[in-house]
């Protein structure tokens, strides 16, 4: 809810069908689509999916009118409480993904009392926020995959059974 504050309708959230349905305005504008706990685990899902990510252009279908293409600066996230919701590797050009695991360390009081003053002072505070966030100098490089623990487990979910055989004898 916090992003799609401060990006307003730059910011969508879809079903994982409706991000590749024929007619899908929605997207002509989207620079971020939330997708909440889908799986492209089926190797044609997964390919639309890194279609999507890595394509420069989309063609935008309103109902009715005809198709248009755009220039696509979509970013995707998903949110899932799925520990295996997409088919990685461990290919070191494979970049399409980051995958983190966020802690919950609140009591549920904590968390109410939390997430309430962080969306509060986002929401009285937007503008600065999103111009911090613009502002903000990246220091990694985002051309190379952020290697982090839960890509790896991913990563490891996903040996081919042929493959996993052999590395067990090993």
Known sequence: DILKLLLSDMAVELSQKSLFDKHNAELGTAMLVLLEEVNYKLKKDADLLKAAITKKTRFIE?????????LDCTR?????????????????????????????????????????????TCSNNRAELLSFLLDRKIKSN??????????????????DPFDQMFYDIL
């Open 62 to 70: 309103p109902k009715g009118i005809d198709k248009y293409e755009v």
């Open 142 to 159: 985002l051309r190379s995959k952020l290697k982090t623990e839960e890509y790896d487990t991913m990563a490891s979910n996903n040996i």
């Open 76 to 120: 995707i996230l998903i949110a899932s409480n799925n520990d295996d919701i997409v088919d990685v590797n461990n290919d070191d050009e494979e970049r399409r993904f980051t995958i983190l695991k966020l802690k919950d360390n609140f009591t549920p009081k904590t968390r109410i009392t939390f997430f309430k003053t962080l969306f509060d």
